[in-house]
């Protein structure tokens, strides 16, 4: 089945960029939707954005304006960059499939990578 | 604050029946369907139920969910301790140029 694995930085300087890549196997990258969600210390989850294979991407309001979330088919990953980090941005980040339904307009996240913490501090 | 509103805790003993409610507006429940998600202490999420009610194979059938206008519910039959776990229900939101939102969480405390 389907295994996400995210890799990256444990830690980050504020005002820096926060960059994470999920890798994918046992399954091809292609033909799906692939997102990014973050839970906070003690909080609730939060949607980052998605990609599909293709490229195209789709960012929540509320991070769109530092988010960049690219796609390497070859290579079966998907990555995030955060820029402009703050003490706010430590969260445990999380890869999962959302997998998109176009004709139904509904969407579902499964399967999900396991996490990793990126702490922001100087 | 959270786009969907969840009770931030909820508790039952063993063999009980509970259910744990999301509210929502016309741009997310109203017009789109929930999903439920499980996270176990120290987990990642997990899938619970899709498309408002369906349940992805595994998951007992003791877990169920309904939607009713602007609300979602999620019901757990046969309360057992390790249905002790944070649960929290989403939706896409066709709000701006559309996102998927989240509740803020339901601690189930299995007493």
């Known amino acids: 089945q389907v295994q996400l694995q995210e890799s990256g930085p444990g830690l980050v300087k504020p005002s820096e960029t926060l960059s994470l890549t999920c890798t994918v196997s046992?399954?091809?990258?292609?033909?799906?939707?692939w997102s990014w969600i973050r839970q906070p210390p003690g909080k609730g989850l939060e949607w980052i954005g998605y990609?599909?294979?293709?490229?195209?991407?789709n960012y929540n309001p509320s991070l769109k304006s530092r988010v960049t979330i690219s796609v390497d088919t070859s290579k079966n990953q998907f990555s995030l960059k955060l820029s402009s980090v703050t003490a706010a941005d430590t969260a445990v980040y999380y890869c999962?499939?959302?997998?998109?339904?176009?004709?139904?307009?509904?969407?579902?996240?499964?399967?999900w990578g396991q996490g990793t913490l990126v702490t922001v501090s100087s | 604050q959270s786009v969907l509103t969840q009770p931030p805790s909820a508790s039952g003993t063993p063999g009980q029946r509970v259910t744990i409610s999301c509210s929502g507006s016309?741009?997310?429940?109203?017009?789109?369907?929930v999903n439920w998600y499980q996270q176990l202490p120290g987990t990642a999420p997990k899938l619970l139920i899709y498309?408002?009610?369906q349940r992805p194979s595994g998951v007992p059938d003791r877990f169920s969910g309904s939607k009713s206008g602007t609300s979602a519910s999620l019901a757990i039959s046969g309360l057992q301790s390790e249905d002790e776990a944070d649960y929290y229900c989403?939706?896409?939101?066709?709000?701006?140029?559309?996102?998927?939102?989240f509740g803020g969480g339901t601690k189930l405390t299995v007493l």
């Open positions: 999962a499939r959302y997998n998109w339904n176009d004709g139904l307009r509904e969407g579902w996240f499964d399967p």
């Open positions: 046992g399954g091809s990258i292609s033909s799906y939707y």
């Open positions: 990609i599909y294979y293709s490229g195209s991407t």
């Open positions: 016309s741009s997310n429940i109203g017009s789109n369907t």
């Open positions: 498309s408002n009610n």
């Open positions: 989403a939706a896409w939101d066709d709000s701006l140029n559309g996102s998927v939102v």
